[in-house]
């Protein structure tokens, strides 16, 4: 009975040390990342976006190059939440949809 449980032990052990395994070398290089780290966001990174037309390209490149986790675009009249997100990058556009502000939250 006490070796079957050993062997049990060993074996759930084994598995779960299985799963922490990296399996060897990464098939493609990681994505560059922002300086800051920690997901908060950095307007300055994505102030490139302003004067361009804002797009869902545009969104994505500027949200990785400011180090947000999520971002949107806001146009005049849309409605928006109020609450504050550091690690929300936000895409003001005019009414033409051109960016023409930059900011986080």
Known sequence: MFRTRASLVSLLAVAVLAG????????KAPEAVA????????ASGAAFAVGKPASAEL???ARKASGAQIARILKPHDVMTLEY???RL???ADEQGVVSRVNCG
Request: glycine share 12%; hydrophobic share 10%; net charge negative.
């Open 59 to 61: 969104l994505e490149q």
């Open 90 to 92: 936000n895409l003001n």
């Open 35 to 42: 300086a800051n780290n920690d997901g908060r966001c950095e």
């Open 20 to 27: 922490c395994s990296t399996g060897g070398s990464p098939s």
């Open 85 to 87: 997100r550091s690690e």
